[in-house]
């Protein structure tokens, strides 16, 4: 499968953006499907993640309250809004996927994910 991470761009802090990730070549069915972020100098983190199948949701600390991931079962599509932004959260975004077999606690680790965008840069500034 590949996947297809959009809709990042520059904004002011308490802005808000909407990113998209697509998948092609199988649908996202029996995956659970996260965003990551990279910010300079950083380690690649865990941002939000949605099991396919039953949509439960989960959230790093730093974006709860302000980030909402969502599922488009229709279009096959993963969303990630992103709300009240903050210059912290100027990043390059990665939407991964991973099958949803494993231990719930292995999500939060890159090594966990099959499956990989190529990132969409978020940049909050004003």
């Known amino acids: 499968v590949q996947l297809q991470a959009s809709g990042g761009g520059l904004v002011q802090p308490g802005g808000s953006l909407r990113l998209s990730c697509a998948a092609s070549?199988?649908?996202?069915?029996?995956?659970?499907v996260s965003w990551f972020r990279r910010a300079p100098g950083k380690e690649r983190e865990f941002v939000a993640r949605?099991?396919?199948?039953?949509?439960?949701?989960a959230y790093a600390d730093s974006v709860k309250g302000r980030f909402t991931i969502s599922r488009d079962n229709a279009k096959n599509m993963v969303y990630l809004q992103m709300n009240s932004l903050k210059e912290e959260d100027t990043a390059v975004y990665y939407c991964?996927?991973?099958?949803?077999?494993?231990?719930?606690?292995?999500?939060?680790?890159?090594?966990?994910?099959?499956?990989w965008g190529q990132g969409t840069q978020v940049t909050v500034s004003s």
């Open positions: 070549g199988r649908t996202f069915t029996g995956q659970v």
């Open positions: 991964a996927a991973a099958s949803d077999r494993w231990n719930t606690g292995s999500y939060i680790y890159t090594g966990t994910y099959e499956y």
């Open positions: 949605i099991r396919w199948s039953g949509g439960k949701i």
